[in-house]
């Protein structure tokens, strides 16, 4: 009986697509380029303090999809990201920090927010932190 009842619920959620959360939504509407549905899913979700869309929106704001390009924006978003840990917000904000994207060049900051990303992995961090060792010996 319980391997019937267990078939049954299997077959259940195979005929059924799996329920999709908002950021998925959000992922897909984005995808499909109809950035006015992402942006509608992933702001009330930014607001609420969701990572993913935070960084998602932050970098919809730098990219001006569906929104009016805006660096500050973009910063806003990938800063409140960044201080929950997501490591894409972080090397993202190493970039700009670093790089002069649409912030103010910030060497110090560039640094500790390539260093948190760097911990969790992230290759781009890695990447710029070496960039960033390198400029800075050669300048010696």
Not at 19 to 26: C, N, T
Not at 62 to 85: F, H, N, S
Request: proline letters at 2%.
């Amino acid at each position: 009986m319980k391997q019937l009842l267990l078939l049954c619920l299997v077959s259940l959620f195979m005929q059924h697509p799996a329920w999709a959360l908002p950021f998925d939504d959000a992922v897909a509407a984005h995808e499909r380029e109809d950035y006015a549905k992402s942006i509608n899913i992933l702001r009330p979700l930014a607001v609420k303090g969701d990572a993913h869309a935070q960084y998602m929106l932050g970098t919809m704001y730098g990219l001006g999809q569906g929104v009016v390009m805006d660096a500050a924006e973009r910063v806003k978003w990938w800063t409140l990201a960044a201080e929950q840990g997501d490591a894409s917000a972080q090397a993202g904000l190493g970039v700009v920090y670093g790089l002069w994207f649409g912030a103010e060049y910030d060497i110090k900051a560039a640094m500790k927010w390539n260093l948190l990303a760097a911990a969790q992995g992230h290759a781009g961090a890695q990447y710029q932190l070496g960039f960033h060792y390198l400029l800075n010996s050669t300048q010696n």
